[in-house]
T-cell receptor, first 112, second 113 residues
Framework: GEDVEQSLFLSVREGDSSVINCTYT??????LYWYKQEPGAGLQLLTY?????DMKQDQRLTVLLNKKDKHLSLRIADTQTGDSAIYFC????????????FGTGTQLKVEL | NAGVMQNPRHLVRRRGQEARLRCSPM?????VYWYRQLPEEGLKFMVY????????ESGMPKERFSAEFPKEGPSILRIQQVVRGDSAAYFC???????????FGPGTRLLVL
């Protein structure tokens, strides 16, 4: 079945690294995504990873995928106050479907 | 290249009225998706459309909700006889193809009084 879970809150100090975790249950996921949502705004695509990859790095963002444990993480290096937002992971399941299944979101708060 | 556009951004309706939400996909995109975000929750898939066709409506409520994506013009999500439980943010996304990344619009926030 489809179920994506995230912890609800994360608080870090400015300049530290943030690690946001996500677990999913569907082993046929093809792509996994990270989106950022600021208050009152839409979803901004941050990065994505194909299911046959273990890691992807894009500037301050590092995505790690453990397919055996169905665990996805997003690491933000040198976290800034502008990174404060809700972060959603989402999976796209194979088998011809194209819908995304989202987690409940992790609210990241960056403190000075 | 303009992104996904949605209007209105905010919509207030009284119970029993109709709500029409519009989505214009990114230029060159022919695949449109609608998602609903209830307060304090993640996004839930509603429907996936290509031009003039509904491909997957497995997330659409059986009654009062309908969606279309005509040959010309934006995609429309229509909610008839709205109830308070329909209050949510409705997001549209578009992609260039079935396996392509979905890009989201700013959403329409519907409030039913």
């Amino acid at each position: 079945g489809e179920d994506v879970e995230q912890s609800l809150f994360l608080s870090v100090r400015e300049g530290d690294s943030s690690v946001i975790n996500c677990t999913y249950t569907d082993s046929s996921s093809t792509y996994l995504y990270w989106y950022k949502q600021e208050p009152g705004a839409g979803l901004q695509l941050l990065t994505y990873i194909f299911s046959n990859m273990d890691m992807k790095q894009d500037q301050r963002l590092t995505v790690l995928l453990n397919k055996k444990d169905k665990h996805l993480s997003l690491r933000i290096a040198d976290t800034q106050t502008g990174d404060s937002a809700i972060y959603f992971c989402a999976e796209k399941v194979g088998g011809g479907g194209n819908k995304l299944t989202f987690g409940t979101g992790t609210q990241l708060k960056v403190e000075l | 290249n303009a992104g996904v556009m949605q209007n209105p951004r905010h919509l207030v309706r009284r119970r029993g009225q109709e709500a029409r939400l519009r989505c214009s996909p990114m230029k060159g995109h022919s695949h449109v998706y609608w998602y609903r975000q209830l307060p304090e929750e993640g996004l839930k898939f509603m429907v996936y459309l290509q031009k003039e066709n509904i491909i997957d409506e497995s997330g659409m409520p059986k009654e009062r909700f309908s969606a279309e994506f005509p040959k010309e013009g934006p995609s429309i999500l229509r909610i008839q006889q709205v109830v308070r439980g329909d209050s949510a943010a409705y997001f549209c996304a578009s992609s260039a193809g079935t396996k392509e990344t979905q890009y989201f619009g700013p959403g329409t926030r519907l409030l039913v009084l």
